[in-house]
Antibody, heavy 120, light 110 residues
Framework: EVQLVESGGGLVQPGGSLKLSCAAS????????LHWVRQASGKGLEWVGR??????????TYAASVRGRFTISRDDSKNTAFLQMNSLKTEDTAVYYC???????????WGQGTMVTVSS | QSVLTQPPSASGTPGQRVTISCSGS????????VNWYQQLPGTAPKLLIY???QRPSGVPDRFSGSKSGTSASLAISGLQSEDEADYYC???????????FGTGTRVTVL
């Protein structure tokens, strides 16, 4: 079955860190770019960032709101991508999804999401 | 703050046609293809339309997409109760070098 499964969400204090994982199965993970998207409760979708494949040197790009605080990485041997979140703020509270980029930047596979709550 | 603007809501009775607009700019919609996502309540988004007007396998043909200049549209013909969801347009933005989502439109079936 083609799927992405996120894990690692939870409650963290402002200023803290958290690392999310996105485990892939059912497709050639190493050849795919992976994106992270978040959604605060009752709000719309917000793109967080992406990591490209090895053929494009694992290049990363981030939204301005997380640049310098979040880092995306991947381990192709484990079919897993990661989102390292540092210096967390209350406004980072959201459900975080990972998604595979398909043709023309269409995100054709999504995970079920993992909740991150930043609160004291 | 999203750079793609959608109406916050749209509605129709079963069987009607509903259209959702998505307004962008030369650096996103005009320069790149538009994708549409459907998000049913409490679930992850799902790809509905890609490359402006293509439907992934399994998406009913009552969903259609179009693009002209800096705007795009999603049409739902023969509206059904299961179409009640939030809909988002999206595209890559060449100036910001980020992927941008629309503000989202909630479709209600009356």
């Amino acid at each position: 079955e083609v799927q992405l499964v996120e894990s690692g969400g939870g409650l963290v204090q402002p200023g803290g860190s958290l690392k999310l994982s996105c485990a892939a199965s059912g497709f050639t993970f190493s050849g795919s770019a992976l994106h992270w998207v978040r959604q605060a409760s009752g709000k719309g979708l917000e793109w967080v960032g992406r990591i490209r494949s090895k053929t494009t040197t694992y290049a990363t790009t981030y939204a301005a709101s997380v640049r310098g605080r979040f880092t995306i990485s991947r381990d192709d041997s484990k079919n897993t991508a990661f989102l390292q979140m540092n210096s967390l703020k209350t406004e980072d509270t959201a459900v975080y999804y990972c998604a595979r980029r398909g043709l023309n930047y269409a995100f054709d596979i999504w995970g079920q999401g993992t909740m991150v709550t930043v609160s004291s | 703050q999203s750079v793609l603007t959608q109406p916050p809501s749209a509605s129709g009775t079963p069987g009607q046609r509903v259209t959702i607009s998505c307004s962008g700019s030369s650096s996103n919609i005009e320069s790149n293809t538009v994708n549409w996502y459907q998000q049913l309540p409490g679930t992850a988004p799902k790809l509905l339309i890609y490359s402006n007007n293509q439907r992934p396998s399994g998406v009913p043909d009552r969903f259609s997409g179009s693009k002209s200049g800096t705007s795009a549209s999603l049409a739902i013909s023969g509206l059904q109760s299961e179409d009640e969801a939030d809909y988002y347009c999206a595209a890559w933005d060449d100036s910001l070098n980020v992927y941008v989502f629309g503000t989202g439109t909630r479709v209600t079936v009356l």
